[in-house]
DNA sequence: GATGAATGAGTCTTCATTCAT
DNA sequence: GATGAATGAAGACTCATTCAT
């Protein structure tokens, strides 16, 4: 019956927007089935009938959390008008997702560290299946730029890959340094370095014979295209 | 006596060596104090001999790499004869450690993960050892660059920073995505882009103006410079 | 519902009991609640889900020694007669206690050290319950029978006090001596040579003057009456 | 060699010393024999050299604790010129030793309760010994009192025995009840309600037929004399 | 004789999971 | 479907004792 489905598809999201308070709070491994229980007002047995497994529990919170994510990024890059402003989007959408989950942020690295540990795959797909939606999204933007005449010619996989990376990398350098400067700051500071650059026109002029071939080359030789 | 002391200290560096070996392997949650002792081959007791808990064992891993990549940067750096030599001194010293230790790289995040936890102030506080000696060493070449004519006019605190976080965030990609690409690639690919900037002729005239400014301003008003 | 917690009493109940058991036999110490568990035929986990700890289960034990006790005594105070039964009955209540649980005896000695070492402020509290309990009898009665003519006039409270002590002292000497002796004569001798006094008439004649005060000012100057 | 017997004496005895304040300080479960050692500027090894066992430290203890007890109420006993004055040089050795050692009072209890429990007779033995020695001594001043007329006729070994039980029963209500009351109060309390009865006149007259015989009969069968 | 490094048996306690009601 | 009582595997940590130096 769908009006079952729907009933116990609701339960199921309540029960997992509670799962990620209490993870985000204490911690995956500190956090006990009967502490989220207990905060989801039900009792400890009910929390099997909708998932088999802690873990199971844990990676439906995280599939929440990017789920709704991807779905706030597909929608403000949808609404931007052209690719300006749709790199934008991302870039707003990323600051707003971490700033929003400031405190749930350390339980991003505990199921990172998980993805990598576990048997279970579906842990490590999941991760994945986010990359993979921000990298086609990245890739696709930027041979639009490219194609515009904004961008030099280069291997969009490749950079759609880094700049997931860097992205990552700010959260992390902004939550081990204890959240203590503005993160959208630091997410135009990036965008400001890697769009203008560096080089002064004297340096940019000795390396640009030097460097100019690794931009078309990409990171790996798996995934360069061109 | 000194004798005592150095013995105590080997034994404690062999220790730590065998306990990153299984923490590496299983994980820290999944380790026991029983594993390690008979990786050891020394008795369970003979590790608290050593080591008050299980958590202080572990700071002592992180603090045995951290430690080695410090001085293994630090080296390398001081062997380079100029500024641009000693920026790939640290972009080869960090990609050899992170390649060196590919299969104990899941286990920096657990680390990063238990930071952001535990009550024990130590582990971020040996986190933001590392960053602080990157930091600076970064913003004084950086400095020297900019002095040399190389790179315009920038926030070099700022730049250190996201440069870290960068490279942590490239880090992190590697290893998510099934380190499936070459580390070294992706840094030199990640230096390119940095260095030369994306923008064609056209397209960085019109954004010279946009974002030039910001490049100043940096991430933090706090730690602005200039 | 009601019937839940009586389940849950009785069975609580159920464990007290053979906690008690084990810990008569091997000591507080040496029991470990595996072997509780054991003796009571449940899991390791099960004790936990009715005592928080070891040292909970252990005050549970005294607790309900010492409400059987309280119970006891009380039941029979109210059935006797008149002041002199009612000093009996409690004598007698005593004196079945003590030798009912003999074998028990040593774990009240545990529990007395336990309770002036651990932190837990319930142990010395629930020893003081019972003590007061007496005390207050023990100062009625005593009132009762010098309102009656039978005693001289005497500061009832710090004589209940006395008794009270002369009562577990009697109860040491006998657990420390083998039990060499039968309880109930040593309590009725006790009460003999209280109650008729060791002095001769010539002695008492002398005596009189340089103790007869004493009587009246009791053992403390704070609690000491008329 | 006796200057090598008299310095091993010498230093096992400092060794009991500072056990006697570890163990009074932390209890005997409590403490570590590395407490001890360290507490006694020593090795833990060098422990073993003295006491094979942390028991035998424990009961060795015990053993210094009452020996000076013992000599201090003999002394006493000695310096006094009467019958009268031997009673108050026992009662007064009693409440100076419990009270110079009111802190370490509970590691009596604890002794007490492992001496029932342990396989080790040694324990009882020795607390029998204290407990014969002021037996007898009381045994014998009572045999003494009731030969110059003070005392009615009794049985002077059950007395002993009784007063001696008495004496702890109220060491025993005056560390539980945590020392709220001058012990020496209680000691002069007891022994007026003891020396001078309770019994006025007209009650003595009623009682006198009905438990005078008793206090000839005294409480054991095997130990009643006369 | 003195030492302290090494040891492992021993214990409390936790908690994910099951299953009878 | 919901529950929570029952469970036992698992693990960190302690500490008396030994013994090589």
Redesign the interface.
Known sequence: MPADVDFKAAKRADLVTHAAEVFARR?Y??STMQDIATQANVGKGTMYEYFRTKEELFLAVYDSWMSDFERAVQERVDAASDAMAKVDAIRDSAVEFYERRAHQ??LL??L??H???TDNPAF?ER??QT?TFLAQLGANLTQQLIDA????D??VD??A??E???????F???????M???LN??Y?????????????P???AV??QR??S??Q???????SSK
Chains 1, 2, 3, 4 share one sequence.
């Open positions: 911690g491994h500190a942020a350390p690295l505990e990172w560290a993805a990598l540990r490590i991760i994945r990359r005449g904004w961008f030099v280069i291997d490749a950079f890959l880094l997931s990376g860097i992205s990552d990398g700010i992390l350098a902004w939550v081990l340094g204890g203590s400067f503005p700051r630091a135009t500071f990036r965008q400001s370095v890697i769009g203008l650059g560096l080089l002064s004297t340096g940019r390396l640009e460097l100019g690794k931009l080359k990409g990171v790996s030789p798996y995934t």
